[in-house]
């Protein structure tokens, strides 16, 4: 025994296997022999093994906590995330002081969506371990996610001092203080290799930096983050293949033998998502959900969020889709149930936004798998097989940084609710502290998608608009402080900027009515946001940039007949916004053919995207049977 334990003290795994094998013939029902045995496979990264010889300690000895504490270890390896919570449950009432079973039950808690618990349960684990490293990254996530980004900012901050160039963190500090208008020079460390004296003293050298570094190779941003800050499509490929490369590498490098026809030439769909609730996602696709041809797609939707009971989900489980709740089960589990229930194409909606699981994906759960709707980028990873786009989105120039195979809807790659229902009460200005004379500008995004740029633009209207207001979305107090202290710079009143809370959709329609002109963000477009104001009626004007992200309001307005509100850089958007706010008669004539026309146009034609997305379906089956690999077609 001592001369395993010597050898695995000095992290020789390999010196531990040979006096391991010779105690478990001495002595194989020896609890400590067995823990041992399950240490190895844990070092070993081969967590079945660690969990049969951890259930066989525990029947000898059920109270010991060394035990149930590597089983937490090993179930949250597995991705067994519930077993690794009661684990960590039973180590807790066994040692109610021990930090890295919070730390280790705040990682469970993560994997579940469960933020809150996990932000709890890490805070926990640095009170007891103020120098836990890890428990500080799962705090600052935990506040990231929960919306209390100031905190976060600090969180990272701190993890950034302790771990200069830790991963990804320079790129989530950005991020955060991009959510709150924070527009002045963050402070990043060098990294080994640059300069001290030579730091950028702005944030635009620091972005430029972390670009930098992404294009060295290092991890220095993240997939998501990196299309809100840059408007390139070459480091959007760059970013996602490597952050795929290191978090979600194939498992499954084989196609499921699912190839033969679908009973009466119908073909089984499953999408899969954590947003099947009241979220952006969901609004764009019911509809189309609803519309779906039960003679030629069956519909699963494959829930993996976290418990929640709203209007939407009621829906959507009311719509004749064939409901699965899998949360509970792990990422290979999950492909697999795809596989059993002989999927055709499993639709990725998530991509890489909050609580994605590309990981279904990377153990090949259909034969052919498609990216799209939730992330607007590819995922640059082997196993997605097609990216659902349009001919505005995805141009010659953007085809070039695309992994995968693109089908290209005919009008428009975003789907939209023609039922989504607008709230009959009548609404006025001053209900919500908009001015009853002037214009009103009005921009529901994400605070993170406003860059200084942008806001340099919005300001000049302002200034040039005497009378008008700015109508924003209120995301976060800090937020709202720092673009009050920006207008006032700019010499435009605080006053003129107008926050909004949020609203139930319907309220939120009907309250965008009141609103003249909507303006777009830049380079991460608004998407369902600019949707919702064509839909209420509200002219949509956009500018147009490289990336996937920054050409969405191009292709709603194509869609929805409209081109003229397309500009192709800030300054051509900042003279169109200008005319149309110096002719009032121009802005109400164009709101009178979005309000008449609408009900004609593509983009609000639920029904016929619904047969576009069934033939873009049924074309990658087809060739797929034909032995022919993911290519590029037209619907």
């Known amino acids: 025994m001592s001369q395993a334990l010597n050898a695995l003290q000095k992290g020789d795994i390999e010196g531990v296997d040979r006096p391991l094998r010779r105690l478990e013939v001495a002595r194989p029902l020896d609890p400590m022999v067995l823990q041992l045995r399950a240490v190895v496979a844990l070092a070993q990264r081969r967590p079945g093994d660690a969990i049969r010889a951890l259930g066989e300690v525990l029947r000898l ?9 590597n089983l937490g270890q090993a179930l949250n390896m597995a991705q067994e995330w519930t077993g690794a919570v009661k684990a960590f449950d039973r180590v807790l009432q066994l040692q109610p002081g021990h930090a890295e079973a919070f730390f280790g039950r705040a990682q469970a808690w ?16 640095l009170r007891l371990n103020p120098a836990h490293v890890g428990a500080l990254q799962a705090q600052a996530n935990a506040l990231l996610v929960a919306g209390a980004f100031d905190r976060a900012l600090v969180a990272f901050g701190e993890l950034e001092r302790r771990q200069p160039g830790a991963p990804f963190v320079a790129c989530l500090r950005m991020f955060l203080a991009r959510q709150l208008c924070e527009w002045s020079a963050l402070g990043l460390p060098p990294l080994p290799g640059e300069e001290a004296g030579a730091q950028p003293e702005d944030q635009a050298g620091e972005l430029a930096l972390l670009r930098q570094r992404a294009l060295r190779g290092e991890p220095a941003l993240e997939p998501f983050a ?5 408007d390139d499509p070459a480091l959007h490929h760059q970013v996602a293949a490597l952050w795929m490369g290191r978090m979600f590498p194939p498992q499954s490098l084989s196609t499921p033998d699912t190839m033969r026809p679908s009973e009466h030439g119908r073909l089984r769909v499953a999408y899969v998502s954590s947003d099947f609730y009241n979220h952006a996602t969901a609004y764009l696709l019911a509809g189309v959900l609803e519309q779906h041809d039960a003679s030629l797609v069956e519909v699963l939707l494959l829930n993996y ?3 929640r009971q709203d209007g939407m989900r009621d829906r959507l489980m009311k719509n004749g889709c064939q409901w699965m709740d899998v949360r509970d089960r792990t990422d ?8 059993e229930l002989g999927v055709h194409v499993a639709v990725d909606l998530k991509g890489l936004t909050r609580d994605s699981r590309p990981g279904i994906f990377a153990h090949r759960a259909a034969p052919l798998q498609v990216n799209w709707l939730g992330y607007p980028g590819t995922m640059a990873a082997p196993y997605y097989d097609y990216l659902l786009a349009d001919h505005r989105v995805m141009g010659e120039a953007q085809r070039a940084h695309c992994r995968e195979a693109v089908a290209y809807m005919p009008h428009c790659y975003q789907p939209n609710d023609d039922k989504r229902p607008i709230d009959p009460t009548p609404q006025s200005r001053a209900a919500h502290g908009l001015p009853e004379a002037g214009l009103v500008l009005c921009s529901f995004n994400n605070s993170f998608k406003i860059t200084p740029e942008v806001w340099d633009v919005w300001m000049a209207l302002l200034v040039q608009t005497p009378g008008s207001a700015l109508w924003l979305l209120k995301t976060h107090d800090v937020a709202v402080a720092h673009l009050r202290q920006s207008a006032s710079e700019h010499g435009v009143d605080p006053a003129r900027l107008v926050f909004a809370p949020p609203l139930d959709l319907p309220l ?11 303006l777009e963000t830049f380079p991460y477009n608004a998407h369902t946001t600019a949707s919702d104001a064509l839909w209420a009626g509200v002219p949509h004007i ?15 307005l194509h869609a929805v007949g409209l081109p003229e509100l397309v500009t192709s850089s800030l300054e051509a958007y900042a003279t169109l916004a200008q005319s149309l706010l110096d002719a009032p008669e121009r802005l109400k004539a164009l709101r009178a053919q979005l309000q008449s026309e609408r009900g004609e146009a593509p983009l609000f034609d639920t029904a016929g995207f619904a047969r576009q997305l069934e033939r873009a379906f049924h074309e990658m089956h087809a060739r797929h049977l034909c032995g022919l690999p993911p290519s590029d077609f037209d619907v």
């Open 61 to 69: 000895t059920p109270d010991a906590e060394p035990a149930w504490f």
């Open 110 to 125: 993560r994997a579940l969506g469960e933020h809150g618990k996990a932000g709890r349960d890490a805070s926990e684990a």
């Open 226 to 230: 990196s299309l809100v800050l840059y």
């Open 305 to 307: 969020g976290t418990p």
């Open 332 to 339: 290979a589990q999950v492909a697999a149930l795809c596989r």
């Open 508 to 518: 939120h329609l009907a309250r965008l009515q009141l609103a003249d002109l909507s």
């Open 542 to 556: 956009t500018c147009m940039g490289d990336s996937l992200a920054s050409r969405v309001g191009a292709s709603l």
